[in-house]
């Protein structure tokens, strides 16, 4: 296992992926955990996304596959958990945030439960537009990809239950055969 250089770029651009495929211990913030989907070759899986709580490498993270139903009790986490994880780059992912991780290796460090302990680790990477963001990954595929936006106005709130997977997606997750 190498470690991550420990200065970025300096122009304040995110630090790009490693050009070693050398396995490293990170450790995350969680505060993205999509909803899972079905994969023929992972079975169900999720998403997750988080900030690098290192001092010296803060930088968006995600994580892909997590099969998180398999994980144990005591390995299950939640948004804002920090959690350590061994990972290497994921190379079949351009974005330069994608990290594929060991699942087995995954230890959950604690809970920032209020507000004031996530702060110095959010504020930072706070992003006025998402046209920006959204702009920079259509021009370059390898720009970053992730980001917390403060909106502008939330006027309504909308949860629609998920109808299910349909049966082709049910067969392509590997509990269900």
Partial sequence: MTQLSLFGLGDGEPER????????RLRVLITVKAAPNPSEKYGETVCIAGLSVDLSQR???????INFRDL??????????????????????????SWKPYPETIVNKG???????????????IEHSMCT?????????DAQSLALVRP???????????????PEEQKRDRRVR
Avoid: C, M
């Fill in 17 to 24: 992926k490693p050009e070693s495929d050398d396995v490293v």
């Fill in 59 to 65: 930088r968006w993270i995600r994580l892909y596959p």
């Fill in 72 to 97: 144990s009790f005591n390995d299950r986490f939640r948004k804002y958990d920090i959690i350590s994880v061994d990972a290497r780059p994921a190379r079949q992912d351009q974005r330069r945030e």
């Fill in 111 to 125: 809970h920032l439960r209020a507000w004031e302990p996530r702060r110095p680790h959010l504020d930072p990477h």
């Fill in 133 to 141: 963001l959204f702009r920079n990954t259509r021009d370059h595929a």
């Fill in 152 to 166: 502008k106005d939330v006027s309504g709130f909308k949860v629609e239950p998920h109808p299910g997977w349909i």
